[in-house]
T-cell receptor, first 114, second 116 residues
Framework: AQSVSQHNHHVILSEAASLELGCNYSYGGTVNLFWYVQYPGQHLQLLLKYFSGDPLVKGIKGFEAEFIKSKFSFNLRKPSVQWSDTAEYFCAVNPSGGSYIPTFGRGTSLIVHP | DSGVTQTPKHLITATGQRVTLRCSPRSGDLSVYWYQQSLDQGLQFLIQYYNGEERAKGNILERFSAQQFPDLHSELNLSSLELGDSALYFC???????????????FGPGTRLTVL
């Protein structure tokens, strides 16, 4: 079964700092990759997704992620964070085939100080 | 607003009790997924229904059950509740058959269950 690791459980940054959240997965086959965000008191919503093609994916609100197949990684980045980016971030993976049920990482809590 | 609704928002109950959580998917979505989110376990997939039929099962306890009705809303039933069942329960919906690789899930606001 696949698994997803998010190594940073809590990240605290000041506004304008750069952000990189790590996500590694374990699965030998072709995968589909997602980043979801959960703002305080709100539901999870999709930030970006990767299925194929250009491994650098751009999402909403200035976020991007790079799929590095050799490292089984899909790290999320943003060059300059804002206070409004304070949220919980979840990486998810599902294999291309089978039930397509995604496996989620445990999440990374990001706090951005103004 | 994702278009997925869940009721109730909050539920406080005692150990040993039974509760029912309700989810209405986005209009037109046939697949419904249930997740449990707790501090120590993260977001855990419980079960998926598609057009009324169970399609996939995750880490769902035997004390928990779910169903999807003809109008496509779904209910998650939790019985013989224990303290450890306290968590946020999310419902998500998607359009495609049995999920699908390009299938985005839309999440509801969740039900926060507290078992005392």
């Amino acid at each position: 079964a696949q698994s997803v690791s998010q190594h940073n459980h809590h990240v605290i940054l000041s506004e304008a700092a750069s952000l990189e959240l790590g996500c590694n997965y374990s699965y030998g086959g072709t995968v589909n990759l997602f980043w979801y965000v959960q703002y305080p008191g709100q539901h999870l919503q999709l930030l970006l997704k990767y299925f194929s093609g250009d491994p650098l994916v751009k999402g909403i609100k200035g976020f991007e992620a790079e799929f590095i197949k050799s490292k089984f990684s899909f790290n999320l980045r943003k060059p300059s964070v804002q206070w409004s980016d304070t949220a919980e971030y979840f990486c998810a993976v599902n294999p291309s085939g089978g039930s397509y049920i995604p496996t989620f990482g445990r999440g990374t809590s990001l706090i951005v100080h103004p | 607003d994702s278009g997925v609704t869940q009721t109730p928002k909050h539920l406080i109950t005692a150990t040993g009790q039974r509760v029912t959580l309700r989810c209405s998917p986005r209009s037109g979505d046939l697949s419904v997924y249930w997740y449990q989110q707790s501090l120590d376990q993260g977001l855990q997939f419980l079960i998926q229904y598609y057009n009324g039929e169970e399609r996939a099962k995750g880490n769902i306890l035997e004390r928990f059950s779910a169903q999807q009705f003809p109008d496509l809303h779904s209910e998650l039933n939790l019985s013989s509740l224990e303290l450890g069942d306290s968590a946020l329960y999310f419902c998500a919906s998607s359009a495609s058959l049995a999920g699908g690789p390009h299938n985005e899930q839309f999440f509801g606001p969740g039900t926060r269950l507290t078992v005392l």
